[in-house]
């Protein structure tokens, strides 16, 4: 049977565009359907705007440090429209990159929403049909609000780069990176944050000790943090709401009118108006805008994947092997929408196996062991390997840790810390995990995470002379074990 294509990529981030070049580029004949934006979420709405976002935020603190160093500054006021604006020109920017690497690879681009009519076969929104031999689904994910009553007063994350313009006050419900990030990010930005978590600490599948220090930092930069706790009811605020608990509620959300909070988004309707809000511990508040960062599940609705025979999981994730192919043999699935491990040089890693697998002739499985990651709170956490939980109940372990107030803050009078922690093999030495709480941790667990992929002992760690005077030379110079595990 003759196909149109050799390749049809369903989705245009991150992960899909690689792919979609790499297989051009090799000689496939390819194409490529993208219903939004190119560059998916990372490039438009999550990891790129989100960065600059924390970039931002950090420099209301500047103005104090410099001040103890012997500047003469002081903190004028955040544009947020400047901001913005400029934030979208930069968006604008990376997308055009996005279409040019597919236009200068080979691959021809639609426009268009596409679906499954069979297993060789995608149907376009645009009314055409178009066959393929090996079909590529990388639609990414999206965020979700909890099924509650007016859960569609509350924000996610996408709406947050879509602000006209900053509120006064949020609620933050959620503990996770999304949660956290965005709290650090509003925080310095200027908006008065509380932040809900349900569980008894937040950023849940990380280190103990580190996410134990990034709460107590969050507290310490002003982020009204409660945990074991959740939202139980809200609603559009009324005066009532307000009139009855004005004693509860912070100064600057009860003192927020509705036409202040008015239009936070466009088109947004109830969005733009405040919101009352009832939590399990009893209180009850008004906040100016309420942001659900409440998980987010794979973009698989309507698709037709059921219909040919593609597997689908609790969550809405495509089941695949480990070389990223569903059930139905000419269909494969990377990134988000698979729900492995939701991170973009992951999807981007699975895309180039994907190549590798079907049109290079090597058979190569997708390598998700000992993956580096950060989360951009403030300070960042960067980490590889095993937490001293999970560690612990593989093995005996050997904990070497450190927490410390950084040079430059503390010269500034800052109660700042950060904490280096690594996890060792007792039988085999090997450093079973890399954790760092402290600003860059992000920039420094990548170098260490070539090291712990390697499979470096703590004695290969000591053995490396230290860059002093700098914070991360504590991870080549702890020399005494604090505890046993």
Known sequence: MAFDYDLFVIGGGSGGVRAARVAAQGGAKVALAEEDRYGGTCVIRGCVPKKLMVFASEFASTPTEAQAYGWDMSLGDFDWQKFSGKLNEELDRLEGVYRNLL??????????????????????????????????????????????????????????????????????????????????ILNGLGVEVTQYYRGAQILRGFDDEARGLIAESMRENGINLHLGTNILEMAPASADHSAS???????????????????????????????????????????????????????????????????????????????????????????????????????????????????????????????????????????????????????????????????????????????????????????????????????MIQLAGIAVKMGATKEDFDRTVAVHPTMSEEIVTMKTPMRTA
């Open 245 to 443: 608990h004005a004693g509860t509620a912070s100064d600057a959300a009860m003192g927020a009118s509705a036409g202040d909070a008015a239009d936070l988004l466009p088109g947004a309707g109830a969005r733009g108006e405040p919101v009352w809000v009832k939590a399990t511990n009893g209180a009850e508040n008004v906040f100016d805008a309420v942001f659900f960062a409440t998980g987010r599940d794979p973009n698989t609705a309507d698709m037709g994947l059921e219909e040919v025979g593609v597997e689908i999981g609790r969550r809405g994730e495509i089941v695949v092997d480990e070389y990223s192919q569903t059930a139905v043999p000419s269909i494969y699935a990377i990134g988000d929408v698979t729900n492995r491990v939701a991170l973009t040089p992951v999807a981007i890693r699975e895309g180039m196996a994907f190549v590798d697998t079907v049109f290079n002739g090597t058979p190569t499985p997708v390598d998700h062991d000992l993956i580096p990651s950060a989360v951009f709170t403030q300070p960042e956490l960067g980490t590889v390997g095993m937490s001293e939980e999970e560690a612990r109940e593989q093995e005996p372990v050997e904990v070497y840790c450190t927490s410390f107030r950084p040079m430059r803050t503390a010269f500034a009078g800052k109660p700042d810390r950060v904490l280096f922690k690594l996890i060792v093999s007792e039988k085999t030495r090997k450093v079973l995990g890399c954790h760092i709480v402290a600003p860059s941790a992000g920039e």
């Open 103 to 184: 236009k200068n690879s080979g691959v021809e681009s639609f426009d268009a929403r596409a679906r499954l009519k069979d297993a060789h076969t995608v149907e376009l929104s645009t009314g055409e049909s178009v066959t393929a031999k090996h079909i590529l689904i990388a639609t990414g994910g999206h965020p979700v609000r909890p099924d509650m009553p007016n859960a569609h007063l509350g924000m996610v994350s996408d709406d947050i780069f879509h602000l006209k313009k900053l509120p006064k006050s949020v609620l933050i419900i959620g503990g996770g990176y999304i949660a956290c990030e965005f709290a650090g």
